[in-house]
């Protein structure tokens, strides 16, 4: 080696160092490789197994619209006009209506914020849902809405109240006593308001990922028909007997129709 200056871009050891340095041809002893192996053992590797559940569990993308059975129920939502009081550009009606979870309508200005949601007919609604994720809004979560019905905007009566304050997922609306249906528990209204009143931690603006709201599909029970089964059809019924015969013996003629003579 000469002893001129190292080039430009290496790294040369200390004298000190180069001695214990291996050379190609350097072996290590028995002993050398099942110290290493065991220093290899000693390092603790922290691996959450549970990591690609998270992702999946808390992605949006896998809380897709209708998680609950909708059978014999129709989602009227498109038979409305929707406007909301304030809304970041790409954020707004088009964004919540969207069945895609990773869109939200995000409010721009002073709270309440308010969604209104405008039939062209009065409707009877039997479930309201609202979606919301504070995994991913935080702040922007909303943790009290209040909704209010009417046949215009000027005789809105609030018929719920929710508060919380980690949702995640689909909440529904508590329709209970409403007033409409058999049951008393069906929304009938022309209009449908939500106001988001609190946010979490106090947030300014809001995010609101999806509202659906749904009524009796009525193609379903016209197809259907709302005629009952007749009681035989039921488990372990009978039909009705025919007309009763004598057992064993066949009408004689004489006992047909008489013929007035």
């Known amino acids: 080696m000469s002893g001129g200056p190292p080039p430009t871009g290496y790294f040369v050891l200390p004298e000190a160092d180069m001695e214990g340095a291996l050379t190609p041809d350097a072996e290590l002893?028995?002993?050398?490789?099942?110290?290493?192996?065991?220093?290899?053992?000693?390092?603790?590797?922290?691996?959450?197994?549970?990591?690609?559940?998270?992702?999946?569990?808390?992605?949006p993308e896998t809380d897709r619209m209708e998680p609950f059975d909708t059978t014999?129920?129709?989602?009227?939502?498109?038979?409305?006009?929707?406007?909301?009081?304030?809304?970041?550009?790409?954020?707004?009606?088009?964004?919540?209506?969207?069945d895609d979870a990773n869109l939200y309508w995000q409010s721009d200005g002073p709270q309440p914020h308010i969604l209104?949601?405008?039939?062209?007919?009065?409707?009877?609604?039997?479930?309201?849902?609202?979606?919301?994720?504070?995994?991913l809004d935080e702040s922007y979560t909303p943790t009290r809405l209040i909704f209010l019905a009417g046949t215009?905007?000027?005789?809105?009566?609030?018929?719920?109240?929710l508060?919380?304050?980690?949702?995640?997922?689909?909440?529904d609306v508590d329709l209970t006593g409403v007033g409409g249906g058999r049951d008393g528990n069906v929304l009938r209204a022309f209009i449908v308001q939500m106001k988001v009143m609190e946010n979490h931690q106090n947030g300014k603006d809001t995010h609101v990922r999806g509202v659906k709201i749904y009524a009796k599909d009525e193609s379903v029970r016209?197809?259907?028909?709302?005629?009952?089964?007749?009681?035989?059809?039921?488990?372990?019924?009978?039909?009705?007997?025919?007309e009763e015969e004598a057992d064993g013996l066949d009408e004689p003629d004489w006992l047909a129709n008489p013929v007035l003579r």
């Open 116 to 135: 209104n949601i405008h039939f062209i007919k009065m409707v009877n609604i039997t479930n309201i849902r609202v979606y919301l994720d504070f995994t």
């Open 222 to 242: 016209a197809t259907t028909g709302s005629r009952k089964a007749a009681p035989w059809g039921e488990t372990g019924a009978k039909p009705p007997p025919a």
């Open 163 to 171: 508060s919380f304050e980690q949702p995640k997922g689909w909440i």
């Open 29 to 59: 002893s028995a002993d050398d490789v099942a110290e290493q192996m065991a220093d290899v053992d000693d390092v603790d590797v922290d691996v959450d197994v549970d990591d690609e559940d998270d992702i999946d569990q808390d992605s």
């Open 152 to 161: 215009s905007s000027h005789d809105l009566i609030d018929f719920a109240e």
């Open 72 to 98: 014999g129920l129709r989602e009227i939502g498109n038979l409305a006009s929707w406007t909301v009081s304030t809304a970041k550009p790409g954020c707004g009606v088009q964004a919540l209506r969207d």
